[in-house]
């Protein structure tokens, strides 16, 4: 609990900072956390974490991208879609044709695996499944995974183990929920996280993780709560068939003015 709350605070107060340092162009974030109407906001509303020195930035400047994501998760397309490398520091992808996403999906992807290699040096990589399709559309054994922003990533294995495969009989036990947690947490705090999907079987472990990691209760909620009676639910959701692999879904970049969220 003690080492996150001074991060936070420094946080919270470098935020002008942090914001005045980026392009002019740069909107600022929208509010990570659907938290923030259910009363007192949380502290996360207003983080804007800078990447770590020698991890690159996920924030694409809008005269620099090139994609565009148009319409929704389930029903849309992406132009000019943007590859992931078949590799890179802290990652490994499936070659199957579906590693396309937005500018913003492929530079948080690669900085989510670079600050999972500097964190945790001689890690196994984290193992990249589904994406999308350069022009985004249907994509085989997925509903969504049309418009580049959603992207399938294996848990992590217990013992440093190399996952290859989505369909192997991880259980609960087997993950290490250390690193997941620490790659869904790099995710998240960018504020560019609209949900994240996994079995609820796993949910336990990884809140207690991030627990770890010294995050409070409140934001434990904003992360993790499944439904209270006004209907709020955390980011992080079930959905049957994420055991091997979480779903990240991240918001529509900014200036997609024909992306839609549902
Ligand atoms: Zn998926």
Do not use: Q
């Not at 250390?178 to 609209?194: H, N, P």
């Not at 439904?227 to 955390?234: I, P, Q, T, V």
């Amino acid at each position: 609990m003690g080492i996150r709350l001074p991060l936070l605070a420094a946080l919270a107060l470098c935020t002008p900072l942090l914001a005045g340092a980026a392009p002019a162009e740069m909107p600022p974030p929208e509010a990570p956390f659907a938290a923030s109407s259910r009363g007192a906001p949380s502290p996360l509303d207003t983080m804007l974490p800078a990447a770590p020195e020698g991890i690159p930035d996920w924030r694409v400047p809008p005269e620099s991208r090139r994609s565009r994501s148009v319409g929704a998760p389930n029903d849309g397309r992406l132009e000019h879609g943007v590859p992931l490398p078949l590799e890179g520091p802290g990652f490994v992808r499936f070659d199957r044709d579906s590693h396309y996403g937005t500018d913003e999906t492929i530079a948080l992807i690669e900085y989510a695996a670079a600050r999972l290699a500097l964190a945790f040096p001689g890690t196994a990589p984290m193992l990249v499944g589904a994406i999308s399709r350069e022009e985004g559309g249907k994509l085989p054994h997925h509903r969504s995974h049309r418009t580049g922003r959603d992207v399938d990533i294996a848990f992590f294995e217990r013992g440093n183990v190399g996952r290859t495969l989505f369909n192997e009989a991880l259980t609960a036990d087997d993950v290490d929920y250390a690193k997941s947690w620490f790659v869904l947490e790099a995710l998240i705090t960018t504020g560019r996280v609209e949900y994240v999907f996994a079995d609820h079987s796993l949910h336990a472990g990884l809140m207690a993780a991030a627990r770890e990691a010294g995050w409070d209760e409140d934001t434990l909620d904003a992360f993790f709560l499944l439904e209270d009676e006004s209907g709020y639910r955390g980011i992080i959701r079930h959905a049957p068939g994420h055991l091997a692999h979480f779903h990240v879904r991240f918001r529509c970049p900014e200036g997609d003015a024909d992306c839609e969220s549902y």
